[in-house]
């Protein structure tokens, strides 16, 4: 049997509730971003991802509150959108060094991933929040600062979760044939698109969720269940 060389995870149903993602973050970013757009929209970094935002949205010409509406609707609807994500995570890091919040781990989590590095697996994540945003999530996670134990980011700019080429690219980015990758993912559609571009997949269902009766992908309740 080929061995494993990189685990690849997912964040929210993953390594981490939903709920703190919806509960906390979503709502922290909305109630800040009109004024966080106000006040940066000028710097090049904003300015690039509310084009974005408008290019996505096919708004030719747009006033600055007509982005905000655009972007509140979009977290409203949990839009997986590059720029809108690249927006929260700037606004979200200032939560994070403010110490309002922690992300939220599951509780053996952290320990599987300092074993998995222990035992020379490289560690990455895929994920729709951008790739700084995925670094504070886990630089100011209720176990502590994690980012050392991983290898890589990545998240939509590479392409969509459910899409089969994403995790080609991905496993040519890390230089790992697919077929030595892991890709842990709470999401079918996601892991039969990592199974079609030849990763091998595990379905994790957090309770209150159960594992299927015959789904395709092997299927555990946390990250101590996996082989």
């Known amino acids: 049997m080929r061995v494993i060389q990189a685990i690849l995870t997912d964040i929210e149903g993953t390594t981490s509730s939903i709920t703190f993602v919806k509960d906390v973050l979503f709502p922290y970013a909305r109630a800040r971003l009109p004024a966080f757009v106000e006040t940066h929209a000028d710097t090049p970094e904003v300015q690039h991802w509310l084009h974005e935002a408008a290019k996505e949205a096919g708004l030719v010409s747009a006033t600055r509150q007509d ?8 977290i409203d609807a949990d839009r997986k959108s590059t720029a ?3 927006l929260q995570g700037m606004i979200w890091k200032d939560g994070y060094a403010g110490g309002e919040y922690r992300a939220h781990l599951y ?3 952290a320990a599987r991933l300092r074993a998995w590095r222990d035992d020379g697996k490289r560690l990455y994540v895929y994920s729709s929040g951008s790739v700084p945003a995925q670094k504070l999530f886990f630089g100011y996670s209720e ?17 969509g979760k459910r899409e089969a080429d994403s995790y080609r ?5 890390i230089g790992v044939p697919p077929g030595d990758i892991l890709f842990l993912s709470d999401i079918v559609q996601e892991l039969d ?5 030849g990763l091998r997949t595990t379905l994790l269902a957090r309770a209150p969720m ?9 299927c555990v ?4 269940a996996i082989a």
Do not use: N, Q
């Open 143 to 159: 176990a502590g600062d994690l980012t050392p134990l991983f290898d890589g980011y990545f998240d939509t700019e590479i392409g």
């Open 169 to 173: 690219r991905i496993a040519e980015a």
């Open 193 to 197: 698109a990592a199974r079609a571009a």
């Open 84 to 86: 809108l994500k690249a």
């Open 221 to 224: 309740a946390d990250f101590d």
């Open 107 to 109: 509780p053996e989590v």
């Open 210 to 218: 159960a594992c299927p009766a015959d789904g395709p992908h092997r």
């Open 67 to 74: 982005i905000i509406e655009l972007l509140v609707s979009w």
